[in-house]
């Protein structure tokens, strides 16, 4: 079965710096995968998703994913943080290819002023 | 992307109690997802809620203490049965959305249930 881990728990960043969130799938055939985010008393939000095709996604507010088969890798990335960007990131993939998503253990970022 | 209600958005319970949560779609969706997020904890699949039959539960979770239903591809209800405070997590609903162009799964805005 597919699964998704995130090995960075806890982040805390400056405002302005380089942003990197690790996670990683285990290889189960087709590869679906999503990063969500979930910013305080808010609901989850697709920031993006990577099905086939160009390797580097772009999604909202500034976030990129690149998918590295190589590394059964799927980081999210941002060049420059901002206070706003506080919140909890989840990586997410397919169960199976049952369209049952399940998410990573989650990313919580705070992001300093 | 389709709009989800979930009602009620919070709700304080005696152990022993039951909580009937609805989730309410603003389209027809052929999928829909029931999870919760402990305190401090990701996401977990509580089940898939099957329009005209029963869900189907994931492993560690039974029907008999979160009994679902779904009477349409609009709606669907969880309850969580007999709680206890162990139960007390953000419990929320999902759909699958498959556009024409796009892909993706929406989420509700959850259930903060505490129990006491």
Known sequence: ?113 | SAVISQKPSRDICQRGTSLTIQCQVDSQVTMMFWYRQQPGQSLTLIATANQGSEATYESGFVIDKFPISRPNLTFSTLTVSNMSPEDSSIYLCSVEEVGQNNYGYTFGSGTRLTVV
């Open chain 1, 1 to 113: 079965a597919q699964s998704v881990s995130q090995h960075n728990h806890h982040v805390i960043l400056s405002e302005a710096a380089s942003l990197e969130l690790g996670c990683n799938y285990s290889y189960g055939g087709t590869v679906n995968l999503f990063w969500y985010v979930q910013y305080p008393g808010q609901h989850l939000q697709l920031l993006l998703k990577y099905f086939s095709g160009d390797p580097l996604v772009k999604g909202i507010k500034g976030f990129e994913a690149e998918f590295i088969k190589s590394k059964f890798s799927f980081n999210l990335r941002k060049p420059s943080v901002q206070w706003s960007d506080t919140a909890e990131y989840f990586c997410a993939t397919w169960m199976d290819s049952s369209y049952k998503l399940i998410f990573g253990s989650g990313t919580r970022l705070l992001v300093r002023p």
